[in-house]
């Protein structure tokens, strides 16, 4: 399988007034291209701090990183934010919707930030969300919506600019059990129809039969890689 994303001897050190903190001691992954790929282990394992890395939102004390070929640890923060801004898209725990705008809205207003044209906007935007199965509900607010539709919204602003990796930090850790599958089969659909990479951590065991790739962190390293 082609990876988009590789990590190469990745060590991240945290320097603190105490003794240093090691969050990755030496890691070497490959993330396959357009794969719903899941990163587990227990707290402190080192999931987060693995995708903040891949994600250009961190850089490793040692080691490379790798995103479709670039050497993504070495560019400038400016060729770095680019990355993060076009070929990105990032969800996490906190949906962070704006209140006072409809779930149209919302995803509109990233595409205009992304300098879509109106009629590429609303087609784009419209298209999103039925993607993830909110097409009936595009006119509410976030406050009529329930906790899984209002992550569904999050997710269809999160790939509105056509991002080629999605990263989603525990999207799923506040929600029920019914409400998180519904949010995995959205990630499972648009791997599917998109072709995009979706790079998930999570504490929860059960994904572990949905996802084509699961990666297991443990202190710091890589303890197992599963590939369905």
Excluded: W
């Amino acid at each position: 399988m082609e990876s988009v994303l590789s990590a190469r001897r990745v060590v991240r050190r945290f320097d603190t007034s105490q003794t240093p903190v090691v969050a990755l001691g030496g890691v070497d992954v490959e993330i396959p291209r357009g794969k719903f790929v899941v990163l587990q282990g227990p707290s402190g394992s080192g999931k987060t701090t693995l995708m903040n890395i891949f994600g250009a939102l961190d850089v490793p004390t040692e080691g490379e990183v790798f995103f479709d070929g670039d050497r993504l640890d070495s560019l400038s923060e400016h060729r770095r934010d680019l990355i993060r801004r076009n070929r990105y898209g990032f969800v996490f725990q906190s949906v962070a919707l704006i209140a006072m705008m409809s779930a149209y809205e919302n995803v509109e207003l990233a595409l205009r930030i992304a300098g879509y044209e109106p009629k590429q906007r609303r087609e784009r935007a419209e298209a999103c969300l039925a993607a993830v199965g909110m097409a009936k509900r595009m006119q509410h607010k976030p406050g009529e919506l329930s906790g899984g539709e209002q992550q569904r919204v999050a997710i269809a602003r999160a790939i509105a600019h056509r991002p080629s990796v999605l990263f989603a930090d525990e999207p799923t850790a506040e929600l029920d059990s019914h409400l998180a599958l519904q949010v995995i089969k959205v990630f499972t659909h648009l791997v599917e129809t998109e072709g995009l990479t979706i790079v998930m951590s999570s504490h929860d065991a059960n994904l572990r039969e949905l996802a084509d790739v699961v990666i297991e962190l443990e202190d710091g390293m890589v303890k197992d890689v599963r590939t369905r």
